[in-house]
Nanobody, 124 residues
């Protein structure tokens, strides 16, 4: 069983930055691919970024390429999402996700474990 606890959401003006963190429980963190999804009101939950267990392979949705960076620190059991040049369209609840299959994660799931969600609001 893996528990994911997110932090770092909030309100920011367009063009600003935020960093989301997701701390995982358990001693097998590096065996899980990790990802970030987001869900805006009335829309589906979509994958934003994914990273393999050793951090060597990464995926980004086209809408965030060049602005968002996913990283992980396996010594701290934590995955991060650095979000720069934020736009109002980035406003959503962001969810941390874990699964044993990186390529399944980057396709959008199914996901083994979810975080509780963090609200990110970008004002214009």
């Amino acid at each position: 069983q893996v528990q994911l606890v997110e932090s770092g959401g909030g309100l920011v003006q367009a063009g600003g930055s935020l960093r989301l963190s997701c701390a995982a429980s358990g001693r097998t963190f590096n065996s899980y691919a990790m990802g970030w999804f987001r869900q805006a009101p009335g829309k589906e939950r979509d994958v934003v970024a994914a990273i393999s267990g050793n951090g060597g392979v990464k995926y980004y949705a086209d809408s965030v390429k060049g602005r968002f960076t996913i990283s992980r620190d396996n010594a701290k059991n934590t995955v991060y999402l650095q979000m720069n040049s934020l736009k109002p369209v980035d406003t959503a609840v962001y969810y941390c996700a874990a699964t044993t299959d990186y390529y399944r994660l980057r396709r959008g799931g199914p996901v083994d474990y979810w975080g509780q969600g963090s609200q990110v609001t970008v004002s214009s």
